[in-house]
């Protein structure tokens, strides 16, 4: 077991009344998963990623990620644990526009603190593997929005993380864009990386091993 | 790490010219105030740091009570010498007698001088530890010697060797060239010691100096002492205190207090009121100190500003760093690194700015400040003062910018909440404080200065300069130079004097009057002048008449002036008499003729002093005052007088002053303070305003959206424009009523300094409320207009 959501509800107070986000989730998912998140616009869906990604926290219930019990951890440590073990992939990319492609990739590992020749060999080892080598000294305006969420792919990859999350990572591409990043998604579950996208879509969805409905912060 | 951080400060601020420019010029104008005033203060602290025992070297000075009122001077008599070497020699290493910095008429081989030099006791060089280029260091050995500046000797002997050579001082007498010193640097004292002479050879060649070898009352020479190691300047000063009254009866009734005036205190802590020690300098020293501190602040304000402004652009970037797992603290470091950058990048414009100012900033302050590239410690305090500034700009950028929660700012949503920007508004109200406190300052020091300057100075100094006449040569002349004058078309009227129109150089008690009360201490300036004076001056009789040849008893006649008249409570003055108690009742009694008008010869910050002018039987006339022909020019005039001059002492060079610029000299200190306090404020309003400018830019950036649609429905471009700008404007608004307590209770202290002051009125204060808002709606306009003129379809499209 990865991790374990139990009675988990998020709420805003909107005008005096108490307005659910995410209202009673349970959730278990095992290594080596693909799941794919789905309901309509402000059904909960990003919510719930952000929570399950520790970037956002929940007013009830409990939250268990590799049997540690995330809501008794205070903020450091669960910082420390996303950062060790969880890597982000976002519709809008959301690279730093002020680096290079070689660069963004390097951010994560700069921020583990991994030393320099192991970090210089991971680095040429991902652009490798995601044929980026020759766009290594660009910056992510001169990429097209499909290679620019392929570095985003492997940025979230290169610190080996155990779960990806994806809030809809083919959001902004063309289909032909969107199903190449799909196809990387299904050969890396392949590989044992844990997976968890947000989509609207019935195709990108059907490339996951399980389907969670939401509405309305419920899960069906 | 670091070097990733840097990398990418560099790219961020590489891509946002703009900001950068904004940022990088009003930290280093900030930066370049803040180095130069740093310079400044260095200068001032550094004074008489030539002379190697600067703490062991004092001068003796005397405090005495006239009245009540105590004053206090170098000014000491003669005895005290053989007193304090016979009572107290084992306090002294050295002890040193002086005269004033005089000026003489050097001549070699036909080339003839004038400089100024003191008359000093053989230790003076070993005491000043002068360092001797040529010669010997013991150059006063013997009388006849005279030791000079390396500057002075170039002038006179040009290539040739100086040493052994004879020099003629006044057409007098002659002195050998026993030593050449380096000259002592511009920012010491006697760094205007061009020539020093043997103390005994002064004695030796002035009748009045014997005499007053053993008179208590003649207050008129110097002493400087180096006092020994193993005693401290206020243990001596207890030994010596009471050592005048203890030894002179006649003088004990001033009680007279002798106290050793340290010389590192001499520049900075001159001044004395009622006998204590009450600053000087200093106080301008902590000032600019101030103001440099106020002006790096504004700096650094926009600094804070302009970056928070910027959050909701670097939000995203926060957001996803931290979502790939930056630390809050690493995020803080990164953006401290990027102020360092900006701080370093801002230090070396500034650096340039001051290399480019120090001439002109030397010319202002009359100061002689070089770059100090070789020195150690301006370059480590300066790595102090950048990483200083570093953390005090960045920090507040760095907490704020690193807390944003990344999910917020990644979904998007990201508002800078409803009080984000009230930190900000409290920053702008703190700058526009400070610059309008500065601007009240600055009309205060510039209305002062006027103020003084339009105070009647009871004489006409337009047209008038005065010829010093030192030399020997002079003597006996004043009848034949007077009709050689006057003769000429150049010259309407001519004086002599014993002491220059702009100063007092005598001060005398003990006299007698009719009605004087009992116990009366007076002390009176004393003038002797020659008949033609009040004439010559242009000064207006008040009361009875004005000299006059006719009458022979004039000889024995004074005038005084109104104040005088007060001073002794003297009612009917003309005609009464005045008895000189320091005669041995040889002479008459002076007969007060008339009454002039109160002339301004000391400070025109201060009430004019009680004067007696007396006609000059003696011949002790230092001055020619010449009234020039006002229906010539002045450089026509100056030619005709130098011809005659020429024509009689052949020997000396002609030298003479407008009074009307000695006068105006008075102000110097003052008008230097006005205007470099005008040019502080100028760039404190610019560095505000270029931050305002900045901060209008983002504003009008975020209201984008707005301010489209207020214009589609329907606002015109003035309704924007006040819109944007009312903000602002009240927070000015704010900053005056902040600002104006503060700088009227800072400038009444200042004026207090000054006895003949202005009064503070209401439109000084009105003024510069006036001219902040200005400036406020002219920076602000120019953004607001920009942005009320753009076409809303663009902004709105971009949703």
């Not at chain 2, 104008?29 to 310079?39: K, W």
């Not at chain 2, 610019?686 to 429905?713: H, N, P």
């Not at chain 2, 406020?776 to 306009?781: A, G, L, P």
Request: glycine share 8%; hydrophobic share 40%; net charge neutral.
């Amino acid at each position: 077991m990865l991790l374990q959501l139990n009675n988990i509800f998020k709420w805003v107070n909107s005008g005096g009344q108490r307005v659910f986000l995410l209202k009673d989730i349970n959730l278990t998912v095992e290594e080596g998963e693909f799941i794919s998140v789905m309901g309509p616009s402000g059904s909960g869906k990003s919510t719930l990623l952000n929570v399950i990604g520790m970037l956002d926290n929940f007013d009830e219930g409990k939250y268990c990620f590799m049997d540690e019990p995330v809501h008794t951890l205070k903020e450091k440590h669960r910082a420390n644990l996303y950062k060790q073990y969880i890597g982000f992939v976002f519709q809008s990319y959301h690279l730093l526009d002020d680096l290079t492609v070689q660069e963004n990739l390097e951010m994560p590992l700069l921020y583990k603190k991994v030393r320099n020749s192991e970090r210089k060999s991971l680095v040429a080892d991902t652009l490798d593997r995601f044929n980026l080598v020759g766009k290594k000294d660009l910056f992510p305006t001169q990429l097209s929005g499909g290679q620019q969420q392929l570095v985003g792919v492997a940025r979230a990859l290169i610190s080996s993380p155990k779960l990806i999350l994806a809030d809809e990572p083919t959001g902004n591409l063309n289909s032909k864009q969107g199903e190449e990043i799909m196809e990387l998604f299904k050969q890396l579950n392949e590989d044992g990386v844990t997976i968890i996208q947000v989509t609207h879509s019935e195709k990108n969805a059907t490339f996951g091993s399980r389907i969670i409905n939401l509405l309305d912060g419920r899960k069906l | 790490m670091f070097k990733n951080y840097l990398k990418i400060a560099w790219r961020n601020l590489w891509n946002n010219k703009g900001y950068t420019a904004i940022n990088v010029g009003g930290l280093a104008m900030g930066m370049a105030v803040t180095l130069i005033i740093g310079l400044w203060i260095q200068d001032e602290l550094s004074h008489n740091n030539y002379f190697s025992k600067k703490e062991k070297i004092a001068q003796v000075f005397q405090s005495q009570t006239f009245n009540g009122n105590t004053s206090t001077g170098p000014a000491i008599p003669r005895p005290l010498e053989k007193a304090l070497r016979d009572g107290y020699a084992d306090n002294f290493k050295h002890l040193v007698m002086s005269s004033w910095n005089i000026s003489r008429y050097l001549k070699y081989k036909g080339k003839s001088i004038s400089q100024t030099g003191n008359f000093m006791q053989r230790e003076a060089p070993e005491m000043l530890n002068l360092k001797i280029l040529k010669g010997e260091k013991d150059g006063l050995r013997e009388l006849n010697s005279v030791m000079l500046s390396e500057s002075v000797a170039h002038a006179l002997f040009g290539a040739e060797e100086p040493i052994g050579k004879t020099l003629q001082v006044n057409n007098q007498y002659d002195v050998m060239v026993t030593a050449v010193y380096e000259d002592i640097p511009f920012n010491n004292s006697f760094h205007d010691a061009e020539f020093l002479m043997s103390w005994d050879k002064m004695i030796a060649t002035q009748e009045w100096m014997k005499n007053a070898e053993d008179q208590w009352g003649n207050n008129s020479f110097q002493m400087f002492v180096e006092i020994t190691n193993n005693t401290t300047m206020d243990r001596v000063t207890k030994a010596i205190l009471n050592v005048k009254k203890n030894l002179n009866e006649d003088t004990a009734e001033y009680n007279p207090q002798i106290f050793l005036f340290p010389m590192k205190d001499w520049y900075l802590r001159g001044n004395f009121e009622n006998g204590k020690q009450s600053g000087g300098r200093i106080k301008y020293v902590w000032l600019f100190g101030i103001i440099g501190v106020f002006v790096l602040l504004l700096a650094c304000i926009n600094f804070m500003n302009l970056s928070t402004a910027r959050s909701e652009k670097r939000a995203k970037e926060v957001g996803i760093r931290k979502s790939i797992g930056s630390r809050r603290n690493q995020l803080i470091n990164q953006f401290l690194s990027e102020s360092f950058i900006v701080v370093l990048f801002a230090f070396v414009v500034a650096i340039v700015i001051v290399l480019l100012c120090l001439n002109g900033f030397n010319d202002l302050s009359k100061k002689e400040i070089s770059f100090p590239w070789e020195n150690g410690i301006f370059w480590l305090s300066s790595l102090v003062f950048i990483v200083f500034t570093a953390l005090v700009s960045g920090s507040y950028p760095a907490l704020y910018l690193s807390s944003f929660k990344p999910v917020d700012v990644l979904k998007g949503t990201f508002k800078a909440g409803k009080y984000a920007g009230l930190p900000r508004k409290i920053l702008v109200v703190l700058q526009f404080t400070v610059s309008v406190a500065f601007i009240i300052g600055t009309i205060i020091v510039m209305q002062q200065i006027n103020h003084a300057k339009n105070r009647p100075i009871g004489y006409n100094k337009e047209g008038l300069i005065q010829i010093p006449t030192f030399s020997q040569d002079f003597e006996g002349k004043y009848d034949l130079m007077r009709s050689e004058f006057l003769s000429t078309n150049a010259v309407i009227e001519m004086s002599a004097s014993s002491s220059p129109t702009t100063e007092i150089w005598s001060n005398r008690s003990g006299f007698d009057w009719e009605g004087k009360p009992e116990g009366f201490q007076e002390d009176l300036a004393w003038t002797d002048v020659t008949p033609e004076y009040a004439k010559s001056l242009g000064m207006k009789i008040v009361e009875g008449r004005d000299f006059s040849r006719e009458f022979a008893s004039d000889s024995n006649a004074v005038l005084l002036n109104r104040t005088a008249v007060k001073y002794m409570g003297i009612k009917d003055p003309v005609g009464k008499f005045l008895r000189d108690d320091n005669d041995d009742g040889g002479e008459p009694p002076l007969k007060i003729i008339g009454v002039v008008e109160d002339m301004i010869t000391q400070s025109p910050y201060e009430p004019v002093k009680q004067g007696i002018y007396v006609f000059d039987k003696h011949g002790n006339s230092s001055f020619y005052n010449l009234r020039l022909n006002p229906n010539q020019s002045a450089s026509q005039n100056i030619a005709i007088i130098e011809g005659v001059f020429k024509e009689h002492f052949p020997d000396l060079p002609f030298e003479y002053d407008f009074v009307d610029s000695e006068y105006g000299a008075k102000f110097a200190s003052e008008e230097r303070i006005g205007t470099l306090s005008g040019i502080f404020t100028a760039l404190a309003i610019l560095i505000s305003c270029l931050g305002l400018f900045g901060l209008t830019s983002f504003v009008a950036e975020q209201r984008t959206k707005e301010i489209g649609v207020r214009k589609v429905l329907g606002a015109t471009v003035f309704n924007v424009w006040g819109m944007l700008s009312k903000d602002f404007l009240k927070l000015v608004i704010i900053s005056c009523f902040i600002a104006i307590p503060i700088a009227y209770y800072v400038m009444n202290g200042w004026l207090q300094d000054y006895p003949y002051h202005m009064l503070l009125e209401w439109w000084i204060f009105a003024l510069a409320v006036f001219g902040a808002m200005m400036v406020t709606v002219i920076t602000v306009s120019f953004q607001a207009i920009k942005a009320a003129n753009s076409n809303p379809v663009k902004s709105l499209r971009t949703e």
